[in-house]
């Protein structure tokens, strides 16, 4: 597999629970993003990793929301208490940092409802 | 402020015709990025072409082109010869800078008709 796999495809979760997400990146991409797309927008970012080092946030990713890389591998996003409001597609992607044109590859994404 | 203006309607397009999908962008930043992804029912953002700041050429990928005008601050994209796999969510995105985030448009949807 070359891809960028994200799992599970789908979820959906009563208000108040906790759900994980999580995302292997193409090998050997060392870059590693997670987005946020609701209904009718495009994706937001929310958060970046350089290996394992969890580099910027956006201010998006409240204090429920946490996301990790421990190996430098694999990452997965937390959510803890979940609201309605956190209703949307989950996108990960992940690049090679070469200096020039760095494009991301993105998986299929994981679909959060919360009801 | 957005950074990236994508304010076209959903757009028929007949098969085998050429449709341009307009992106306006808004930087300070000498040094940018500017990509186009497709977005299928799948959910998968799909990479298509890609244009520097200091590219001196509009970037071509096989059928598809960038329309960049950097004083107008437009990269507009171009398909040509649609086919009905072109049925699709496009979306703009811009890097600026050393940063790594890319910023979205809100997109736009295009609808192949044989």
């Known amino acids: 597999d070359t891809g960028v796999s994200q799992n599970p495809r789908h979820k959906i979760t009563k208000r108040g629970q906790n759900v994980t997400f999580r995302c292997d990146p193409i090998s050997e991409h060392n870059r590693l993003y997670w987005y946020r797309q609701t209904l009718g927008q495009g994706p937001e970012f929310l958060t970046y990793f350089q290996n394992e080092a969890q580099l910027e946030k956006s201010r998006l990713l409240s204090d429920r929301f946490s996301a990790e890389r421990p190996k430098g591998s694999f990452s997965t996003l937390e959510i803890q208490r979940t609201e309605q409001g956190d209703s949307a597609m989950y996108l990960c992607?992940?690049?090679?940092?070469?200096?020039?044109?760095?494009?991301?590859?993105f998986g299929q994404g994981t679909r959060l409802t919360v009801v | 402020a957005q950074k990236i203006t994508q304010t076209q309607p959903g757009m028929f397009v007949q098969e085998k015709e050429a449709v341009t999908l307009d992106c306006t962008y808004d930087t300070s930043d000498p040094s940018y990025g500017l990509f186009w992804y497709k977005q299928p029912s799948s959910g998968e953002m799909i990479f298509l072409i890609y244009q520097g700041s200091y590219d001196q050429q509009n970037a071509t990928e096989g059928r598809y082109s960038l329309n960049f005008q950097k004083a107008r601050k437009s990269a507009n994209l171009v398909i040509s010869a649609s086919q009905l796999g072109d049925s699709a969510m496009y979306f703009c995105a811009m890097r600026e800078g050393r940063v790594n985030r890319l910023a979205f448009g809100k997109g736009n949807q295009v609808v192949v008709i044989p």
């Open positions: 992607a992940s690049s090679l940092s070469t200096g020039g044109q760095t494009e991301a590859f």
